[in-house]
């Protein structure tokens, strides 16, 4: 949430024990669902999804529920370790019925 601030986003934080009604409500994928779960504009932002890919959903709106990013891949957003190079990882886009397609690869 740090990142999206920084970027100029305004977040509101909820913690919420079980995030699962939540991720069943906007029909995020299991193989995508990770510890946090936003809402923007209409759409789902699931995992550690950089500001500029949520800029990018924004501005083209596809006909998706949301984009995710499955794991903690090194180098996403506040994954970052010094010393240590990115780890390439997409970025998928998913709608209600869980079918996914990729958005972003880096």
């Known amino acids: 949430m740090d990142h999206l601030r920084a970027k100029g986003f305004q ?3 909820e913690d919420l024990r079980d995030l699962r009604p939540i991720k069943a409500k906007y029909g ?4 995508i669902a990770t510890c946090h779960t936003g809402v ?3 759409y ?6 950089p500001a ?11 006909k998706v529920a949301g984009i995710g990013v ?3 891949p090194i180098g ?5 370790s010094p010393g ?9 886009t998913f709608d209600r019925g869980k079918k996914t397609g990729v958005f972003v690869t880096r």
């Open 11 to 13: 977040v509101k934080s």
């Open 76 to 80: 996403s957003p506040g994954m970052e």
């Open 28 to 31: 995020v994928p299991d193989d």
């Open 84 to 92: 240590q190079p990115a780890e390439r990882h997409t970025i998928f």
């Open 52 to 62: 500029d890919v949520v800029l990018k959903l924004l501005r083209e709106r596809p």
């Open 44 to 49: 789902v932002i699931e995992g550690h999804v």
């Open 40 to 42: 923007i504009d209409g």
């Open 70 to 72: 499955p794991g903690m």
